[in-house]
Each structure stands twice: as C-alpha cells, then as structure tokens.
C-alpha cells in the first residue's frame, strides 16, 4: 500500500547571526510532527533551510570585510551543526544561494512580469532593513518598524512592483472560506482585519545592493528578499526540476512560522501562488515566541540563550521535552534555567527515569533480567491496561490536531499512573510468596510493556531516549522500524525477553550554589577526623533551631547494597512531591527487600554529601542500643508528611 504524502516545513532562518533557542523550538515542532506522521505510516518531506540574500547580509559581510557568500557559508555551517545536535530529521536544507532556487525564482518572476502582475515604477517609502521590509507612513509606529521597533531608513529607487491589490479580494474570500489555512484562530482573525485594510502593490526588486538573484530581464535589478524567500517551498518540493515529486508533495501540508512571519506567510506567498495558478499550502501555523524570564529576547538585553550550550549540558531530549511540554503550541512561552532543571528531575529523572530503573531492577532481583509470560490477573491490572490503550489513541488524536502539549501530558499521565501501579501491586511482597509467583509475573509484565508503549509514544519528541528504553527492556528489534501501530496493541513484548542492566537514562540535575562556582579555587582542605564521643554533653537548642530541621516521612520505593560496602544501602524514597536518593548505614539491619513499601522518618534538608560515589541527599532516622538498631517509621502517614 502507497503511503500518503505529508510534507512540512520551518521557516528558512537569516544567516545574519548564530541561531537562538525560539529558532530551535520552532525546528523541533516541526520535527516532532513530521517523526510523528512517519511513525503513523506516512511518506513525509521535512524542508528547512537559510535565507542569504538581502541587505542586512550585505551590510554584516562589510562590517567583516568577507563576501557575502564566505560570511554565510560559515553560519549556515553553524545552522546544519545545531540540527543535528537537535536530533533534527529534515530530508532536504535548501540555501537560497543554490543555483536550483536561483532557476526557479528567475523563471517565477518571469512568468508573472510576463502575464502582466510585475510592473516597473519608481518606490518612495519606508524600508526596515532587519525585517527586510516595506512600510507606508501610515503603518509605522512612532516612526518606526512595527514589527521590530527599530529605526525605518527613507528609499527612493526605480523598482519593480507586483499586483498584490489584483488579488486582494480573492485571497479574503479563501481565507473566509477555508477556516484551516490560518492557525491558530487569533492569526487567521489579524491577517483578515490586516487584508480589508487594504493590500498596496509591493515592491519586488532593488538597485541599491547587489546581493541577491538577478531579476532576468533587468539584471541591474535584485530579487526582493522576501519574495526570493518564500519560494524555496516550492524549489524544494520540486517545481521546475522535479514535476513528479511536485505533484506528491505539493500542496505543502504545514508552513510553521514564527507568529511574526505570519504575514508574509499568509498574504505575500499565496498571492504569488495565485499569480503562478498553483495550489496554496493547506494550513500555515504561527506559533508564539519564546521569551526568558518573561522578557523578549536581545542582545541588548544579554538574554539571547543559545541552544548549542544547554544541549551540550543537558542533552538534546531535554531540551526537547522541555520546549515541547513547556509551552502550549500557538502561545508564546517562557524560558527559564529553573523550570527546565525542574522538569528534567521532576518528568525525565522522577518519573520516566526511575519507573523505568525501578521496574528493570526489579525484574533482575525477583526474575533473573527474564520477562515471564503473565499469569493471574486484578482489577488493576485491567485498568492499566485500559489506560495505555486510551493513551495511545487520543495521542494521535491530539498529535494529528497539532496539540503536542496535550499529546505529551497524556502520555506523562500513564506514565504516573504505572508508577502508582507498582505501589499499588507491591512487587517485593509478591516476590516473598512462592505462591504469589504467576501474580508476580504479570505484574512485572504489565510494567514492562507499559515501558515499550511509552517508548514508542515518546519518539517523536526524545528521539535518542526511546530506542535507549527499548534496549534497556531488552528488545533485539530495530526500533527504527517501529510505527504507530506497535503501540496500539497490548501484549507485542514477547516473554521470555531478558532485560538488560538499568542504567539512568536522566541523571538528576543538582545545581552548585553560585557563590562555590565563581569563588577562586583553594587549596583542598585537611579533611577532619569526626570522633565518636561517648554519652557526650548536649547543648539545650531552642524550638528555632529546631524548627531549621525538615523532617518528612518517605516512603521506600528501592533499596539496594552498595558494592563493596557491608554496611551501605542505597535507598530511592518518594516524598510526595519528588523521589531522593539516599545512602544509608543500615545493611546489617535491614534487607533490601524488607525495606521497600515502608514509610520512614528522614531528615530532607541536609547538606548532599557523596558515599561510595553516590551523592545522599538526605538521611534516615533511626534508634539504636548497643547493637541494635530500629528505623523511626510512620505506617500510617502519606509520603511528604512533615514530622513535627
């Protein structure tokens, strides 16, 4: 069976500096999207690419003493490193430098100054030269740009004009009659009031620069940036050099543009498409602009956050899941260090990361690494399911309808609902029981599919995460291979799959207080011997020093030895509102397997301190008298419960 087409594009980003993290949000929605439909059996085209013409490149080479083309060659080098540092799966980056775009500008211009809707005059007006564009008095803002706020420069020169006011009225009525063509809604409403306040003939060439494509006919005479811009779509897509793969993929199924392209989008190329007699795209998406710390970004300002460094510190996934989930599509949304290190530990490390540890963990200490075939079934087991298939149909539900958000907190929600289900079903107690063993075997089923489902569920957005989970689980298919449909079904993981050693997937991120990372280094200090001291005199304290203690009940959701230490065991504990790592002295006390489910006293404000290479974040209470030794617990209260 032919797959059908989907074909989707990012804007063609300027060359006139590095990109920032708002044009890596932009390509990782596009991305998301196309990963999406491929996974749902469709033959996709992925466009992106630079725009290197115009003056504002003109003026940047100058200032750098390079040619224009030695100035974005070294740029656009800068761009393909970033997308695939990204993970970016685009099939085709077209330059508007290459003699393929070059041909079809020339032979679009030409064919409509030939039907009469291009027209030489001379232009008196207003230019923005970093927007690349035209503005009559009326449309300025105190004097200046309304798009970018900047100063507007007067031009007076012979140009070449296209027609835009023939196709005023036909474009109105389209937009009016094809709801779809402009979202979200609030865009569609704006370029509708933008066109019935009239469209005047634009301005499609200049003579006072010379970077550009020649116009054909008059070769003193530039291609207008814009104009020159917009076309790549269908230089890429194959009009004039491959009419086959235009007729497969055009009419481009997405243009995602930033909300300030919108305009031109939406407006400038579907009149050119009209003038040309070719299909408009089914839908441009405007989507809204990233601001840090709810400020725009500026130089000026020095908030300008470059992607390149927090991939390098955090990884690309991250920052992926965190642009994606973070912002609702066709809203503007904020950027911040805090709330991308929250959601890494809360989302990737809490709770992907350590159901998928717990899970592994516990299917090599109660299973040999085996996946068993399910055996006795509850009620619980029932909803989980249910839950996974309800899951993985409105996610493609909301995937198709362009909600990732949504799609990504649907998928979240049945990732907290298996972590509940492990609590719910006690895994270490069943293992305890021999009779208990086929009740214990589908649990551990249960929770390693619910894993391969959500792999497959995340691949569009962490496309490096889900074949790491795939492995892990101890899948020998390549999961490059996966589609949609793999999730769709419960019980594909086959038994007898042997899994592989859990290894964190999303370390949790502590940050160094600033005063220790910017402090000159010291000479390493003498470590202090702490001696016990027998029956020693202690100091009253006041209920403020006290109250400087944050005592919490945990709950234990593994334990484990360390390596080499008799003494040691590492703890993972929930407290309500997120998972710790502990180490603790207690290994001669306690087994690892009586430990899990109980509810303990720990103190949650300690100063980290690293054991064995592990970092504690927290310590346990307990009584001891001569050998013995009892953990302070709290059967009855929920996790988080504060002790007072």
Not at 239 to 255: E, N
Not at 443 to 458: D, G, K, P, Q
Not at 529 to 539: I, L, Q, S, Y
Request: charged share 25%; proline share 5%; glycine share 6%.
């Amino acid at each position: 069976m032919e797959k059908k087409p989907f074909y989707i594009t990012t804007p063609i980003y300027y060359p006139s500096d590095k990109l920032h993290i708002g044009h890596a949000y932009c390509t990782t929605i596009a991305d998301s999207v196309a990963r999406f439909k491929r996974l749902a059996g469709y033959d996709v085209f992925f466009l992106t690419g630079s725009d290197e013409h115009g003056q504002k490149i003109q003026r940047k080479a100058q200032e750098n003493k390079v040619t224009p083309i030695e100035y974005v060659d070294k740029i656009v080098d800068s761009f393909k490193h970033l997308w695939v540092k990204l993970n970016i799966s685009n099939d085709d980056f077209i330059r508007t430098t290459e003699t393929r775009h070059r041909e079809v500008v020339q032979a679009i211009f030409q064919k409509i100054h030939d039907q009469g809707d291009i027209y030489k005059a001379s232009y008196e007006g207003w230019y923005c030269t970093p927007c690349e564009t035209f503005w009559i008095e009326r449309q300025l803002n105190d004097g200046k740009c309304p798009d970018c706020g900047r100063p507007v420069e007067v031009v007076q020169e012979e140009s070449y004009f296209f027609r835009m006011s023939k196709y005023q009225d036909r474009l109105l009525k389209y937009i009016e009659e094809n709801p779809d063509f402009i979202q979200p809604a609030s865009r569609r409403n704006e370029m509708i009031n933008f066109i019935k306040g009239g469209l005047e003939d634009l301005c499609v060439s200049r003579t006072t620069f010379d970077w550009g494509i020649p116009v054909p006919f008059d070769t003193k005479h530039v291609v207008y940036v814009w104009f020159d811009a917009l076309t790549n779509y269908i230089t890429a897509a194959g009009y004039l050099h491959d009419r086959d793969k235009l007729a497969k993929y055009w009419p481009a199924d997405i243009h995602l543009v930033g909300k300030e392209i919108v305009r031109f989008h939406t407006i400038i190329w579907p009149i050119i498409l009209m003038a040309l007699e070719v299909e408009l795209p089914k839908m441009v998406y405007g989507h809204g602009w990233l601001v840090v710390e709810g400020d725009k970004m500026s130089k000026s300002k020095g908030n300008v956050i470059e992607p390149l460094q927090l991939i390098e510190e955090f990884g690309s996934d991250a920052i992926r899941y965190f642009l994606l989930r973070e912002i609702t599509l066709g809203m503007d949304g904020n950027f911040s260090r805090d709330a991308l290190i929250n959601r890494i530990n809360a989302d990737l490390a809490n709770d992907l990361g350590n159901l998928l540890h717990r899970t592994l963990n516990m299917i090599g200490r109660f299973n040999n690494s085996i996946i068993e075939q399910p055996g006795e079934t509850d009620t619980v087991d029932d909803e989980l399911i249910k839950l996974a298939q309800n899951t993985t149909a409105e996610y493609e539900r909301l995937m198709e309808a362009m909600d990732i958000n949504a799609a990504i907190k649907q998928v979240w929600t049945l990732i907290s609902r298996t972590n509940k289900y492990i609590d719910e079903t006690a895994p270490w107690a069943l293992a305890k029981d021999p009779a208990q063993k086929s009740r214990l075997n589908t649990v551990m089923y249960n929770l390693a599919e619910t894993l391969r489902i959500v792999s497959i569920l995340i691949s569009p957005f962490m496309p490096s995460t889900a074949p790491k989970i795939w492995q892990q689980l101890g899948i020998k298919s390549d999961f490059a291979t996966v589609c949609l449909d793999d999730a769709q079904g419960w019980g594909r993981l086959a038994a007898g799959t042997v899994v592989a050693k859990p290894e964190p997937i999303f370390p949790r991120i502590e940050e160094k207080e600033q005063a220790e990372e910017t402090k000159p280094a010291a000479k390493p200090e003498k470590k202090q011997e702490v001696k016990v001291v027998e029956n020693p005199a202690t100091p009253e304290i006041t209920i403020d020093d006290f109250a400087k203690m944050d005592l919490r009940v945990a709950k234990v959701l593994a334990a484990e030895k360390v390596k080499g230490a008799d003494k040691l065991l590492t703890l993972t504990v929930d407290l309500g509102t997120e998972q710790r790592t502990i180490v603790s002295g207690i290994a001669k006390h306690y087994t690892p397997e009586e430990l899990v489910g109980k509810n303990v006293v720990m103190i949650i404000n300690l100063k980290p301190a690293k054991i064995r290479g592990i970092e504690s974040r927290g310590m346990v209470l307990a009584a001891s008298c001569d050998d013995k030794l009892t953990l302070v617990t709290a059967p009855e209260m929920p996790a988080g419960s504060k002790v007072k």
